[in-house]
């Protein structure tokens, strides 16, 4: 049974890939801030920090940090890359 449910799982997350839908990506706040950060932005560790929804921190009228601009700029170039070498 807990093989079947791990399965059927599994390859819900890999349909759910292959059909482009995503899921809510989860980001880090300060409670002063009116940036949001990676999930696993190393310089708040230790800090004060509450985790939300990206989709939430824009509604609350913060911005992406320089350093979360960044790391996603190089992950959509590095998809884009791995999408043309596909071809």
């Given at each position: 049974?807990?093989?079947?449910?791990?399965?059927?799982?599994?390859?819900?997350?890999?349909?759910?890939?292959?059909?482009?839908?995503?899921?809510?990506?989860?980001?880090?706040?300060?409670?002063?801030?009116?940036?949001?950060?990676?999930?696993?932005?190393?310089?708040?560790?230790?800090?004060?920090?509450?985790?939300?929804?990206?989709?939430?921190?824009?509604?609350?009228?913060?911005?992406?940090?320089?350093n979360y601009l960044k790391r996603s700029q190089a992950q959509a170039s590095e998809s884009s890359t791995q999408e043309q070498a596909k071809k």
């Amino acid at each position: 049974m807990k093989k079947a449910l791990l399965t059927l799982l599994v390859g819900m997350m890999m349909s759910s890939a292959t059909l482009g839908l995503s899921f809510a990506e989860d980001v880090l706040v300060t409670k002063s801030g009116k940036k949001y950060h990676h999930i696993d932005a190393t310089y708040l560790k230790g800090k004060d920090v509450e985790r939300i929804t990206k989709e939430e921190a824009e509604a609350r009228g913060l911005e992406p940090s320089k350093n979360y601009l960044k790391r996603s700029q190089a992950q959509a170039s590095e998809s884009s890359t791995q999408e043309q070498a596909k071809k």
